[in-house]
């Protein structure tokens, strides 16, 4: 069934509508919502959404409870490669948890809110920026990781970040349903603007895992990766300080150590490189930009380091 | 007066971004006065243009005071203006959401530090603002309720009214929030206009600014006498939204009195012409903000008043 879950009307002949689709069997009321397109750029949970639904469709018999799929939580920015909204150049994840008699998008984001609210697990699927690639991670922020640590492990993602509480991200979707208690993860896989088929899939995997882990889903599933915990570990940042074209020198995913060559600031006009990259740090490559042209202080790559007292330090 | 380069970040296409400050009189850091952030705030960045003339007069005239200094930074993100865009250009981030800034972080966390750490250690603090929405505004100060600095200060400025805000987590970035953070008194003084350039309310703000600067000592200017400034909570002031969609009419003056029940504007069809809604005031008062653009969507804020 889809269902309008919040409108507003737009000046001339039109409204903005967001939708979500439940798919339901059996008797349980547990629930899970899969969410997504809150930024316009990031179109992994697109793919990811379909083909969520299209299996549960074809294997209804095996879901007992609830999945409600929301794909488009923006759907202007979503249609116009627009990463806020569009009419007001707003990240609309920064204006959870909105509110009831306030602007459109505050408006809007209450009834999302509302809408949410009450699931037993939801899943926000991000896909990072079009600067920037990621492998498949769950972000969560200190105080939260005691309630979602052991559901992000069943999620079949490769890393799990628990990051500082910062009061700016207290606007999030994910921030605002966790406070009101619906446990929220936040995925963030691949890149902007582009479909990894690779890393949905391994999403894919963890969404049915989940569904299995909450007495949801009595179909097939496959075994989970185990992620890596930042726990004790380090994220070294390597940003440019130099303005050109970044041309990286490693894969993505790859260990590096300390000092490795791992790119260079290039300058297409004198054809001299400006910068040597080098690796701040030990460690596994999980973010590696993307998109060429930077500026001093743009994000280059960043590194989990071992688990101190590791064999490699 | 003295022009200097506050910071400079290299580009790899452009000219390099150097972010200008006027210096004037010397010695104790006294009051800092911030331009355009953004690349529309072509007001915002006029009014400092406008102060950088005044104090040249002043200080011409000995006027500042000895041990004061005051500095103006009339734009920031001039590249972003060049180009008709708001934000920075590469990212869409916004300058006045990265302070207190971070010299090793992201390039507009770059820009935000290397100003910050120049404007830092002023008493005062302020900041030419401009709103999301378009529109016009009655000249007014806001000002960031942290508990650091007095609302009362608000009343130097001699505009119609001062405004306190209760910051949300997403101030938490700007510069008016960390300014505190770091005790310099910080304000936002909205002179009406953004993308365009409104002559008066750019005279208004300037005196206000003089008029402030005077009070505190840091200068000594005539100006036009200002009004008694009344000081109100942003909650306490009423918002109308849009009820409809479609093409707006105001049918009011910023500045004017209205009734409870009195029509504020409409709303007509886009298409037909028919009107599909009024906006009637719920409360009587002052109207300081109105709505300005031909097409509004629904639940859009298109008044304010002070009760
Ligand atoms: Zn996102």
Not at chain 1, 266 to 295: N, Q, W
Not at chain 2, 193 to 203: K, L, M
Not at chain 2, 274 to 282: D, G, K, Q, W
Request: proline residues 4%; charged residues 25%.
């Amino acid at each position: 069934m889809i269902e309008t879950i919040a409108t507003a009307a737009l000046a001339v002949n039109e409204n903005l509508n967001i939708q979500k689709r439940r798919i339901e069997n059996g008797r349980s009321k547990k629930r899970l919502s899969l969410v997504t397109g809150t930024h316009g750029d990031e179109l992994e949970g697109q793919y990811l959404a379909y083909i969520v639904g299209s299996y549960l469709d074809e294997h209804i018999d095996c879901l007992d409870g609830i999945v409600d799929i929301y794909p488009a939580l923006n759907p202007m920015g979503i249609d116009s490669i627009t990463r806020g909204v569009p009419m007001f150049d707003l990240d609309m994840n920064r204006v959870f948890p909105g509110s009831k008699d306030g602007t459109m998008i505050e408006m809007l984001c209450s009834m999302i809110v509302d809408d949410i609210s009450g699931s037993d697990v939801c899943v926000d699927v991000h896909s990072s920026n079009i600067f920037l690639k990621e492998i498949p991670q769950i972000r969560m922020s200190v105080p939260t990781a005691p309630a979602l640590l052991p559901y992000a492990k069943m999620m079949n993602v490769d890393f799990i970040w628990i990051h500082d509480a910062a009061t700016v991200l207290e606007s999030t979707l994910a921030h605002t349903l966790n406070t009101r208690g619906t446990k929220t993860l936040v995925v963030e896989m691949g890149v902007g603007m582009r479909i990894t088929k690779e890393y949905c899939k391994q999403l894919f995997g963890g969404i049915f895992n989940l569904l299995k882990e909450l007495g949801m889903w009595s179909g097939e599933t496959t075994p989970v990766r185990e992620p890596i915990v930042s726990e004790g570990r380090e994220v070294g940042f390597v940003n440019s300080d130099a303005a050109g074209i970044f041309v990286p020198c490693v894969s993505f995913g790859e260990t590096v150590e300390k000092g490795d060559h791992i790119g260079d600031v290039v300058d297409p006009l004198s054809s001299k490189t400006v910068e040597k990259v080098d690796a701040v740090c030990d460690g596994m490559i999980f973010t590696l930009r993307e998109y060429p042209v930077v500026y001093g202080g743009s994000l280059l790559a960043r590194i989990l380091q071992p688990a101190s007292g590791g064999a490699e330090k | 007066m003295k022009k200097k380069v506050l910071y400079s970040l290299r580009s790899p296409y452009r000219e390099q971004l150097d972010v200008i400050g006027f210096r004037f009189g010397h010695g104790k850091k006294s009051a800092a006065i911030v331009g355009a952030m953004r690349g529309n705030e072509v007001q915002q960045m006029y009014v400092c243009s406008r102060m950088v003339q005044e104090l040249k007069k002043l200080e011409a005239k000995g006027l500042i005071t000895e041990d004061h200094e005051i500095m103006v930074i009339p734009c920031i993100n001039y590249y972003s203006m060049n180009i008709g865009k708001r934000f920075w250009a590469m990212d869409n981030t916004d300058i006045n959401r990265m302070f207190p800034g971070y010299w090793q972080g992201e390039t507009t966390q770059r820009i935000a530090d290397g100003v910050f750490s120049k404007i830092q250690g002023y008493e005062y603090g302020i900041q030419l603002a401009s709103f999301y929405q378009q529109g016009n505004f009655l000249p007014h100060v806001k000002m960031m309720d942290t508990g650091f600095a007095s609302p009362e200060l608000m009343k130097d400025f001699g505009l119609q009214f001062g405004i306190i805000r209760k910051p949300r987590p997403y101030d938490t970035t700007t510069l008016n929030y960390n300014w505190q953070v770091w005790e310099t008194k910080a304000f936002s003084v909205y002179a009406n206009a953004t993308d365009v350039i409104d002559e008066n309310a750019a005279d208004e703000a300037v005196y206000a600014i003089l008029r402030f600067l005077d009070k505190q000592g840091i200068i000594s200017a005539n100006t036009p006498p200002g009004y008694i400034t009344k000081l109100i909570a942003e909650s306490k002031t009423k918002q109308l939204r849009s009820e409809a969609a479609g093409v707006f009419k105001s049918r009011i003056e910023i500045g004017k009195r209205v009734e409870r029940g009195d029509i504020l504007g409409t709303i007509s069809d886009p298409f037909d012409g028919e009107t599909v809604s009024e906006i009637r005031s719920t409360v009587s008062g002052t109207v300081y903000f109105e709505y300005f653009a031909p097409l509004i969507n629904s639940n859009t804020v298109c008044f304010k008043i002070i009760k």
